[in-house]
């Protein structure tokens, strides 16, 4: 009983975040616009500045929280992360300047415990050869959450560019009084560790879990990966308007179709290629798929095109459950939460470099005078990160075995 309603709870707030996130990438570039951004590109800029120092506060704080989690409980960790992240929400629909977004960043990264301690949780109630399976079970969730995010929040832009960050404040609230009610704990006497500040800092914290066999070469592969992936959140937007001059409406409708494919990918499709490739088979497909979508999406010549090649970049989604199944089998029970910190931590650090990489490319190759007009040029990065991803990735049975 206490697995299933903490399971269900979980992919509930899953898909909760993933609305909230898919609620506001629709209008950020309209918001950033209005409060300074003189151009387009300048915009981009200014985003990638804000998911920055969002990834870096994350970085900072990722260990902390997981360490803390696993000391005190995952219930008080995420009732405190979801109720700031309603704060934040309301503190970014109300902001009339881009300082006071900056303020919100630094808050909700700070606190932006809610997907590495529900992957505590998750790891906590699943047994080994589940884990991966229930990792997808997230991810399918999110997924679900992105198809309903941008979608409403395309429709939310009719109303002006602040009113989706309200109804992510909303959502957020609702979420937190409703896991006061019905979120168990699943820290036990069993699971439970002594606090430590030697591996509550960053550097302790990837130390201690490094020191596993074949987690440090994981742990670099995952930081390849996010650097790569996070040219959609920061790019799609700027992206698709500026090449083929989509509306907010559309741009949500297709990251609600990708929605749509990852849902199917990480709920369905990685049940049945784990127990046929197993996992580590599993995360080369996936990452196989994902350099090949970021090449087509680069050179699309056609709207058609980038839908077209959707159910592609979703299957690139495989690798990170399997690769999450394989690091969470190899971690102690008593340090999952230690686990999902790090991991948090290291898609933090790819996040403080990547919104700035993958925005400059767009702004220097969709810049007025550029010698060459390529907005495509984050994408071939990520095509390239992940070649790199996949040639580190094929020595792991070797760290193991």
């Known amino acids: ?46 985003g990638g500045i804000l998911s920055t120092v969002f990834a870096a506060m994350q ?19 995420l009732l405190v992360s979801m109720t700031v992240m309603a704060i934040d929400y309301v503190i970014m629909g109300l902001a009339h300047a881009l300082w006071l977004l900056f303020l919100a960043r630094v808050l909700g990264g700070i606190t ?55 109804l992510a404040a909303v959502m957020a609230g609702a979420n937190a009084v409703f896991g006061y009610f019905v979120l168990p704990e699943t820290v036990t006497d069993k699971n439970r560790r002594a606090f430590e500040w030697r591996r509550a800092l960053p550097h302790g914290a990837f130390r201690s879990v490094a020191a596993i066999p074949g987690q440090g070469r994981m742990m670099i592969v995952l930081f390849f990966q996010e650097i790569a992936f996070v040219v959609y959140p920061v790019v799609w937007a700027f992206y698709t308007i500026g090449k083929f001059g989509w509306e907010p409406w559309l741009v949500g409708v297709s990251l609600g179709a990708f929605g749509v494919m990852m849902a199917i990918s990480q709920g369905l499709l990685i049940r049945l290629a ?31 095109v980038i839908f077209a090649l959707l159910p592609i970049s979703a299957l690139g989604m495989l690798a990170g459950p399997a690769m999450q199944g394989i ?3 190899a ?7 230690e686990l ?62």
């Open 1 to 46: 009983m206490t697995q299933n309603k903490a399971i269900h709870f979980i992919l509930i707030t899953v898909v909760i975040d993933a609305i909230g996130i898919g609620l506001i990438m629709p209008v950020m570039p309209s918001l950033l616009l209005d409060l300074g951004g003189s151009t387009l590109a300048n915009a981009a800029i200014w």
């Open 274 to 304: 784990i127990p046929r490739l197993g996992e580590y088979g599993t995360a080369l497909l996936g990452l196989s798929m994902e350099m090949l979508a970021f090449v087509g999406i680069a050179f699309a010549p056609s709207t058609w």
């Open 331 to 337: 971690v102690p029970d008593d340090a999952q939460g």
């Open 340 to 401: 999902q910190g790090v991991v948090s931590s290291v898609r933090a650090m790819a996040s403080i470099i990547a919104p700035l990489v993958m925005t400059g490319l767009f702004s220097w190759f969709t810049r007025e005078g550029a010698a060459l007009y390529f907005p495509g040029a984050p994408f071939i990065a990520s095509a390239f990160l992940i070649l790199i991803a996949l040639w580190i990735f094929r020595g792991w049975r070797r760290d193991v075995f």
């Open 59 to 77: 970085f900072l704080f990722g260990p902390l929280v997981g360490n803390l989690s696993d000391r005190f409980g995952r219930r008080k960790i």
């Open 112 to 166: 932006a415990a809610n997907h590495s301690t529900a992957g505590a949780v998750i790891a906590d109630v699943s047994k080994p050869e589940e884990k991966a399976a229930n990792f997808g079970l997230m991810g399918a969730a999110f997924g679900i959450g992105f198809i309903l995010g941008p979608m409403l929040g395309g429709l939310m832009a009719e109303f002006g560019p602040r009113a989706p960050f309200y």
């Open 327 to 329: 690091m969470s089998r």
